[in-house]
């Protein structure tokens, strides 16, 4: 059975960094992601990398503060955020592909999320 369980949400101030994971368990994927979604909006882009090479790509609005890497012995992937700010609340979720894909850019294209986990950046 495949799941996929993010942990390393909180609370934090705007500046500061946290650090997500996301464990994958029942089959290795080719591409996992992460999205997110703040209240009111839809589920945006936020980053995604490949099994092997890990070639990463990041929506504009992150590009530069967070880095997406992945453990393929562990099954793993991490978002590390830094430079927090109040417009990155939100809930955060992890997302895989079996297919290998360096565009993997939409949430149709993943066949399998996480529950998701909750990031709040106060002022």
């Known amino acids: 059975q495949v799941q996929l369980v993010e942990s390393g949400g909180g609370l934090v101030q705007a500046g500061d960094s946290l650090r997500l994971s996301c464990a994958a368990s029942?089959?290795?994927?080719?591409?996992m992601g992460w999205f997110r979604q703040a209240p009111g909006k839809e589920r945006e882009f936020v980053a995604t990398?490949?099994?092997?090479?890990?070639?990463?790509r990041y929506a504009d609005s992150v590009k530069g503060r967070f880095t997406i890497s992945r453990d393929n012995a562990k099954n793993t992937i991490s978002l590390q955020m830094n430079s927090l700010r109040p417009e990155d609340t939100a809930v955060y979720y992890c997302?895989?592909?079996?297919?290998?894909?360096?565009?993997?850019?939409?949430?149709?294209?993943?066949?399998?999320w996480g529950q998701g986990t909750q990031v709040t950046v106060s002022t």
């Open positions: 029942g089959r290795t994927f080719s591409t």
């Open positions: 990398i490949t099994y092997s090479p890990g070639y990463a």
């Open positions: 997302a895989a592909a079996i297919a290998y894909n360096t565009n993997a850019l939409y949430s149709g294209q993943y066949d399998y």
